[in-house]
């Protein structure tokens, strides 16, 4: 099955914690899920952390607008931090929803580490 991953992080998350959550997350919707795209705010466009575990999964970062993110909400608590920071209630849920495409379904919803936050879709 291949799966689409919302990433959210704090500035100066390192790719090995980003790395971990989405293994964990994956492995949680099907463990033998194929990430096929992670997914992101605009704002966390370059963010090093996410950027170097798209290259290691060797799969493209996809970037959506705060706008259309906040117009696709996932279930997920909203985040105050979030919120302030980039404009949306809540990135990871909703990036991989807006990644997955029309029909997509949620499979595993926020999951959080110390600095990062992920989610998992299909379509």
């Known amino acids: 099955m291949n799966v689409y991953v919302g990433v959210g992080a704090r500035r100066g998350v390192g790719a090995d914690e980003v790395l971990a959550l989405i293994a964990r997350t994956v492995r949680e919707a099907d463990k033998a899920a194929a990430v096929v795209a992670l997914a992101t705010v605009d704002a966390k466009a370059d963010e090093p952390?996410?950027?170097?575990?798209a290259r290691h999964l060797g799969v493209p970062l996809l970037t959506y607008p705060a706008a259309a993110l906040a117009a696709?909400?996932?279930?997920g608590r909203p985040s105050p931090a979030a919120l302030a920071a980039v404009g949306v209630p809540g990135v990871a849920e909703a990036a991989a929803l807006a990644a997955a495409g029309e029909?997509?379904?949620?499979l595993v919803g926020k999951r959080i580490s110390p600095r990062a936050t992920c989610a998992v879709a299909r379509r």
């Open 72 to 75: 696709r909400p996932g279930p």
């Open 49 to 53: 952390g996410i950027v170097a575990a």
């Open 103 to 106: 029909g997509a379904v949620l």
